[in-house]
């Protein structure tokens, strides 16, 4: 007498209401518990695996699933026991349930590596601050490789074509089976290409590449800084059998000038000296440009540090378009050295100014106050005291 088959929700595990990606999950666990594969010694494991398949099956598809719920007999599934994973006798598997089942626990057939792309390329190019604010066009010399000229490219000796390698046939992966799951690594008899070259060029000794010294003139848009990097797609190493070529990355270093600064954002900077009377009483002054020179006015009681600005006289933007700007920053230049004549004039000047104190509002003072007040001491230790 036939054994009636249990319930498939309680096969699996799972709720009535379960949802497919919880059935799917339950079913992975238990076919791999159960597999007999992993279980060798366990002579239920296979009823135990087919019952999981079986009833996997008739969940695993809506309409089934809404068949078995409501009580009725589909695909060979009743009351009547167990013909076969979806209706199939014999128990075996259904198209789509081995399908997955190969790709859960094996992995699909992959196609060897037949083509490569080429490896990308860096060089360098020195360029003097001019050609970089302006733009130039330099040569470079990059050492490459590039597709055999006597095979081109196939690795096969002229007049011979490689073959299909006969251990993986094509694919370029050797599977090894370990029970449950399945080891994959590259074919050791073609090396992971799918093809065998019985008779090797021997020019490249079967590689479809030979060593070259290729020649590019490299285009530098105006505005490039120290550590750009400009890409020349396409012109890097040659692809193995006869993959595409990978690219070629031309990284700028720009002498440093002695008048310009170059800042992050792309403007130019400059260290401005002024005397101390153009600071006082404001002055119109040349200032270096990248094109010659022009004026700005300094105007009357600028300070140190302070920034002056010609827009769009910066280097061409490398992102966008139009310039920068140039920012000129002021540094009033004091004399170190005075002669008698200006030693009296600063003198005139300090009177003239009814000693005022800049330091006065660190101290809480008034800006006339408390210029001469304080009487510095020092005692034996070198300690400097005020009597205030």
């Known amino acids: 007498m036939a054994t009636a088959p249990r319930d498939f929700y309680e096969v699996l595990g799972v709720s009535k209401s379960a949802s497919q990606d919880e059935i799917k999950k339950a079913y992975r666990e238990l076919a791999r518990k159960w597999h007999p594969d992993r279980n060798p010694d366990d002579e239920g494991a296979e009823e135990r695996f087919k019952e999981i398949q079986q009833a996997y099956d008739a969940l695993s598809d809506p309409e ?15 009351a009547g026991g167990f013909p076969g994973a979806g209706g199939v006798p014999g128990g075996g598997f ?71 390698c006969p251990r993986c046939e094509g694919t370029g992966i050797d599977a090894q089976s370990q029970g449950l799951f399945s080891i994959s690594q590259p ?28 020649r590019y003139l490299v285009n530098i848009p105006a505005g490039v800084h120290d550590g750009s990097r400009i890409r020349l797609a396409g012109k890097g190493e040659s692809g193995y059998r006869g993959g595409p070529r990978g690219d070629l990355y031309v990284t700028t270093r720009v002498a440093p000038s002695p008048v310009f600064k170059q800042r992050p954002d792309g403007n130019l900077e400059v260290d ?4 101390v009377a153009e600071a006082i009483q404001g002055a119109t002054i040349e200032v270096p440009t990248l094109d010659g020179s022009k004026t700005i006015r300094i105007p009357p009681g600028t300070q140190h ?15 966008g378009s139009g310039r920068g700007d140039i920012h000129y920053r002021i540094r009033i230049d004091v ?54």
């Open 187 to 214: 074919c050791p008899e073609c090396g992971g290409q799918g093809n065998v070259i019985d008779d090797p060029c021997p020019t490249c000794a079967g590689q479809g590449i030979t060593q070259e010294t290729k």
């Open 272 to 275: 401005l000296p002024v005397t």
């Open 305 to 319: 540090g302070s920034v002056q600005r010609l827009r769009g006289e910066g280097p061409a933007r490398t992102k």
């Open 64 to 78: 089934k699933r809404k068949q078995y719920d409501a009580g009725g007999r589909f695909g060979g599934f009743g």
């Open 94 to 164: 259904t198209s789509d349930l081995g399908d997955i089942f190969s790709s859960f626990f094996r992995g699909g057939r992959q196609q060897g590596p037949r083509e490569q792309r080429g490896r990308d390329l860096e060089t360098e190019v020195r360029l003097s601050f001019d050609q970089a604010m302006h733009g130039t066009q330099i040569a470079v010399s990059v050492p490459t490789t590039g597709p055999c000229s006597t095979c081109h490219g196939s690795g096969a000796k002229p007049g011979t074509s490689p073959r299909t």
């Open 335 to 388: 004399p170190k050295e005075l002669s008698d004549e200006q030693r009296e004039a600063v003198a005139k000047l300090a009177e003239a100014l009814n000693g005022q104190n800049p330091r006065a509002s660190l101290l809480g003072q008034t800006p006339t106050a408390g210029a001469s007040t304080a009487r510095e001491s020092s005692d034996s230790e070198g300690r400097v005291e005020s009597d205030g």
